[in-house]
């Protein structure tokens, strides 16, 4: 694999304070990556300072094997040949959508005749989708279209690494997700690497190959969208990604965990017999199943069109008598996705059965 | 790095450079004048006193009244002529009070149209007030300052939001209630900021003030320098103005900050309602048409009346080089003044430290000091200047030069370019904030230098605001009167000197040509600016 940028032991701050701390991750060339997390978590000072517009306090950042920004070495971001997308496009309003593409390329001897730009700016319009547009003022463009010019901008001059600040929190819903499909498909089809801050998690999920959580002023997890959910390393992780509760549970033995809902398996926990621990359940865990014995009191029921959110609550009389003995007194929730056609909008009660392809557990 | 520390100091001397007329005036004071001040505060400080404050009393009170009102009546209800009518609001802007002051002297004496017309109907005109006096002086100055208050008050209560007058009408509020205890309190800062505005150019004004032979703190300092010939006291007795305006300036700070607070939101803001009741349509008519009336359309017309009396005898040759004269020290004057604060501005953007900043926030006093109080400072200022230089050539060349900074155009210029660097800066710096720094990031991150950045990202978008400053640094350098007084070279005549010098003999026929041009030429920036901010807004 061929590595394009590397961000070792990074810590980026303002002035006395620090945002993020001892930041570790690498791109591979023609990845996207996503920076995910709350406002305030530093997701875009980090950005920022990958682009060069603000300065690490700690560790090194590399591009292409070569050390662009250090607490001893920076390179400036005119030099880094780094492209950048904006929340609000940025794009220049004096020029038209033509000379805002060529306006990174003007300088450089490969596009120094009139023609060679020319050649390049409609080679840019006809990939993002804009034939025709070169000679139109940016005023008359809509959002999606502004930010697709803004695109054929960034990655006109073939930047080594492409940066994307919010670019679609601007637009609305339904043309955040179209435009993010047509960019991430750009993007792949040309090869270039890229790294996304977003603070929406879907967004992450469908737009990068792997994602960074940033949370409690450092990175929980450089993973897939799949690991992130179904094998978060953390309970900080477990909570923002998705949907899902934790309850407890009670170490049997190296591979059996008891709990309200039943003995789960899991064979790679290291605590001690009879430790209590956090289980977290997915709402894709618990199924509903008129079959089972196991049945919980409704709370709430969230209609979502194809599924129902149930949240439940597990009480003592819901478990079967057998496990009685392990049950602590207070009373837990679970939520469960269910089929929206039985909606059981008369019954106080829904029988589930708790199906976990991988059972997460956390210290108490 | 090291540039850059530089760089920044660039712009801190440039602001120290223009502060330091103003900084002189207060070091006069190592040499004070007590022979010349035993007399001034004898026989001359309490009269400055009250009838400065007074006059600036006077006119911040009316302003506000006049100009609140009418933004109010445009800004809320619909009417027949109303477009008109909110952007004819601003017209008195292109009149210099001096000359306003003038023209109603003209209308009002004993052959003035309107005594002439009270004897023919009344057979008496004893009763029409004097008005070369306190109370004149107010009237109008307060008629071409109230836009100010006028052009603040109503962005403020355009932008309030609707759903504001929705909850008044809820609780069964009536207009009069909504005014007064929903949209007055809102709008304070920007009315209180607009009428300081006035305060501050009433505490300024000469050339009102001296026709009507109203002794001020002003007319003070020209006393002292030309009547008494004593320099220094005069510098002494600007220091003391300064300081009084310093005051008003913190003042001022003060209510912009709370302004602040309410003007971040989007809201839908409020639509205009008719009037429902004749009466009050026909009360809001008569304020707003006398308003303007008075202001604008009464004293253009007697200048234009006296114009056409003496049309032929006044154009000739000597109006040429009036207007070539004033044009020439304006165009200059207004250049340098865009150039300095892009150049201060450009600066500050890129670097933003906290030493271009505070160069920058010096510069933003700037406006607030009186031109006699430049004048006076940079005169103080060159003429030492001065002396080193002749010292210099002397040792050098065993000749000296002469005055050639205090002496010269350069010493008129200079003050224009002090007095009027924070207009140009507003424009400019509020022209920088329609650029993001974003698109400096994207340029930046496309491989332009700041250089390039500079020039190809900023200079084409700021290109209309700078147009703008220019015009109306232009205009206002044109109207300037006590600054021009005292500085111009020898036989070196402008317009707005001529036009006093000619009030000032009583030829007022003669003084409506030069006159009308001034304001013909003030007009331009308010129809081109004015409106277009109106409507944005």
Known sequence: ?364 | MKNQAFFAYTVLVCALLLASPTLFVFFSWLSPQWQTWQHIVDNLLTDYFINTFALALGVGVFTAIAGTLAAWFVSQFEFHGRKVMQWCLLLPLAIPAYINAYTYSGMLDYFGVVQTLTRELFGSSSWVPEIQSLPGAIFVMSLVLFPYVYALALVAFSQLPQSHYEVAKNHGKTEGQFFVKIALPLAFPAIFAGAMLSIMEAFAEYGVVDYFGVPTLTTGVFKVWFGMGDRLAAAQLSALMVSFILFLLLLEHYARRKQKLFSNKVLKSISRRPISKTSTALGVYMFLISLLALAFVFPVTQLLYWAYLSILAQIDYELLSLLLNSFKVAIVAACAVTLLCVFMSALARFLNRSTTNLGIKIVSLGYAFPGAVIAVGAMIVLSTMDRQINVFTQWLFEDKVGLILSGSLFALIFAYVVRFATVGLQYVQSGYLTISPHMEEAAQSLGKSKMQIFTKVHIPILSPTLAAATLVVFVDVLKELPATLILRPFNFNTLSVKTYELASDERLTDASVPALLIILIGLIPVVLIGRNKIIDA
């Open chain 1, 1 to 364: 694999m061929n590595t394009i940028l590397e961000l070792r032991d990074v810590s980026v701050g303002y002035d006395q304070s620090t945002i993020v701390k001892h930041v570790n991750l690498a791109l591979e060339k023609g990845e996207i990556g996503c920076l995910l997390g709350a406002s305030g978590s530093g997701k875009s000072t980090l950005l920022r300072a990958i682009a060069g517009f603000h300065p690490v306090s700690e560790g090194a950042i590399s591009l292409k094997g070569k050390v662009i920004a250090s607490t001893s070495e920076f390179v400036a971001p005119e030099h880094r040949h780094v492209g950048m997308m904006f929340q609000d496009f940025a794009l220049f309003p004096h020029l038209t959508v033509g000379q805002n593409i060529a306006f990174g390329i003007s300088d450089s001897p490969e596009f120094k005749t009139q023609e060679r730009r020319r050649e390049k700016v409609l080679e840019m319009l006809s990939l993002v989708g804009l034939e025709g547009f070169e000679n139109r003022s940016i005023h008359a463009l809509s959002g999606g279209q502004q930010q697709r010019v803004a695109l054929a901008r960034a990655i006109a001059p073939q930047p080594d690494l492409l940066l994307l600040d919010e670019p679609f929190s601007s637009l609305d819903t339904d043309l955040r997700k179209d435009l993010s499909y047509q960019i991430r498909d750009i993007l792949k089809q040309q090869g270039i690497s890229a790294i996304l801050v977003t603070h929406d998690q879907n967004e992450a999920f469908s737009f990068a190959d792997k994602t960074a959580v940033l949370g409690e002023q450092s990175v929980q997890q450089w993973d897939t969208a799949y690991n992130l959910y179904h094998m978060p390393v953390n309970a900080f992780v477990a909570d923002f990604i998705g949907e899902g509760c934790f309850i407890e549970g009670t170490i049997v033995d190296e591979d059996k965990i008891a709990t309200a809902l039943g003995v789960l398996i899991n064979e790679n926990h290291d605590f001690e017999v009879s430790s209590k621990v956090n289980v977290l359940l997915r709402p894709d865990d618990v199924l509903h199943d008129d079959k089972s014995p196991l049945r919980a009191k409704i709370v709430k029921r969230d209609f979502r069109g194809a599924n129902v959110m149930f949240t439940l609550e597990l009480s003592q009389d819901s478990v079967g008598t057998e496990q009685k003995g392990n049950l602590h007194e207070s009373v837990e929730q679970v939520l469960c996705l269910a089929n929206s056609h039985h909606i059981h909008s008369s019954e106080d009660s829904l029988a589930v059965r708790i199906a976990p392809e991988h059972v997460i557990v956390f210290a108490k």
